[in-house]
Each structure stands twice: as structure tokens, then as C-alpha cells.
């Protein structure tokens, strides 16, 4: 299994631009996350899903959407580029909660996405 | 809001001792709490996890222990080694959704030889 795979590593955009950070599990997970982790803090949650066709937000959802399509694609949409947002991106998937077993609630990280916006 | 935070943002040991990660949470309703670590230029991977209803739980060189009272989460690495080093995070969910946590900031530990 890849695990959670993430495109691109890095990108720069310009101010105003728009672009889709992609990322696919191929675990059948049914939870599906992206966060977002500035210099020197911890991941703040921009969206999740619990399952295709379901997203919600979370802390900071402001200038991202997403749509879950299918079960293995969760890509991170953003409409407008602005300098706030210049961070590194992590999806990440999970199991649904019920399971038995231990480390059943862990998440399952990408590398990340190295977002610079000028 | 409601968030995790841990109490010291770096932690210095010697190769061989033991290290000890402290956090402080505030939400008393969160299920089950984890703990994350982080290496440079990567994401996050799993080390280790606890339930609510726990008080303790070990792993191979690592001990989670949770103190419900005070709202308080440790993790304990024994012998701790330079590829110990990294950034360590906790993070508190609750059971009905696994997609959806919340991260303290941090602790950055640096073993020396």
C-alpha cells in the first residue's frame, strides 16, 4: 500500500491565484482530513469528511473547499491565494470509529504540501 | 475553543536517559488522546494511543499515562535514543469522529549523544 499520497511537495502561487492540493488513500479509510501546520505549531483542522459525498468544516475553513467524491480522493481546493496562507498542508485518513484493536483512532498522515503564497 | 497544549515547547536529554513529554488538556468530554511524532520535512506518525477510561498504557520503550483529574496526558520514553528526535505532539478526539482532532503545539525534543 502507498498509504496517503500527496501532490505537489511544494508549490508557490502568487496572490489571487486559485489551485487544488491533491491527496488519495488506498486504504479504504472513511475519514479523510486536511490540516494545516504553521512554523513552530501544531496542525490546525481546515476540513474533514466522514465518508464519500460527506465534508464538514473544521477550525479554519476560511478560503478552502473541498468535495469527496470517491472514497480514495480528498482534494483541497483553494479559491483565492492569499500570504495567510502559506503553510505546509497535511491530509490525512483514519478508520471510523468502532473498531476493536488497539491504535484503531490513529490517523494516517501524508508528506505534506509545502505551500508559499507572494 | 477548547484545545490541547503541552507545557514545555523543547526538551534536551542525553542519549540513554529517560524523557518525559507532558501535555494539559481541557476538554473533559475528548474519548481517547494520542500522541504523534513528527521528524523534520515529514508528517505525522503514531505512537502511541489511550482511552479515556485508562489511566495507563505502554508500548515498546514508550508509557502514555493520563490523569483525568487534572487534565494532564504524559508520554515517557525510556532509553532514548537519537532517532528519538523530533517534534511530539498530543491530540485529543472524541470516538464518534476519528477525522476530526485537535493538536496541542508541541514539544521539541533533541537527544545528544
Known amino acids: 500500500n502507498a498509504g496517503v499520497t500527496q501532490t505537489p511537495k511544494f508549490q508557490v502561487l502568487k496572490t489571487g491565484q486559485s489551485m487544488t492540493l491533491q491527496c488519495a488513500q488506498d486504504?479504504?479509510?472513511?475519514?479523510m482530513s486536511w490540516y494545516r501546520q504553521d512554523p513552530g505549531m501544531g496542525l490546525r483542522l481546515i476540513h474533514y469528511?466522514?465518508?464519500?459525498?460527506?465534508?464538514d468544516q473544521g477550525e479554519v475553513p476560511n478560503g478552502y473547499n473541498v468535495s469527496r467524491s470517491t472514497t480514495e480522493d480528498f482534494p483541497l481546493r483553494l479559491l483565492s491565494a492569499a500570504p495567510s496562507q502559506t503553510s505546509v498542508y497535511f491530509c490525512?485518513?483514519?478508520?471510523?470509529?468502532?473498531?476493536?484493536?488497539?491504535?484503531?483512532?490513529?490517523?494516517?498522515f501524508g508528506p505534506g504540501t509545502r505551500l508559499t503564497v507572494l | 475553543g477548547e484545545s490541547v497544549g503541552l507545557h514545555l515547547p523543547t526538551l534536551s536529554v542525553q542519549e540513554g536517559d529517560n524523557s518525559i513529554i507532558n501535555c494539559a488538556y481541557s476538554?473533559?468530554?475528548?474519548?481517547?488522546f494520542i500522541w504523534y511524532k513528527q521528524e523534520s520535512g515529514k508528517g505525522p506518525q503514531f505512537i502511541i494511543d489511550?482511552?479515556?477510561?485508562?489511566d495507563k498504557r505502554q508500548g515498546q520503550r514508550v508509557t502514555v499515562l493520563l490523569n483525568k483529574t487534572v487534565k494532564h496526558l504524559s508520554l515517557q520514553i525510556a532509553a532514548t535514543q537519537p532517532g528519538d528526535s523530533a517534534v511530539y505532539f498530543c491530540?485529543?478526539?472524541?470516538?464518534?469522529?476519528?477525522?476530526?482532532?485537535?493538536f496541542g503545539d508541541g514539544t521539541t525534543l533533541t537527544v545528544k549523544p
Open positions: 491530540a485529543e478526539n472524541m470516538r464518534t469522529n476519528a477525522g476530526k482532532s485537535t
Open positions: 476538554n473533559s468530554a475528548s474519548d481517547y
Open positions: 490525512a485518513s483514519s478508520y471510523s470509529s468502532g473498531l476493536s484493536g488497539g491504535g484503531q483512532y490513529e490517523q494516517f
Open positions: 489511550i482511552r479515556s477510561n485508562m
Open positions: 469528511s466522514v465518508g464519500a459525498g460527506i465534508t
Open positions: 486504504m479504504n479509510h472513511e475519514y
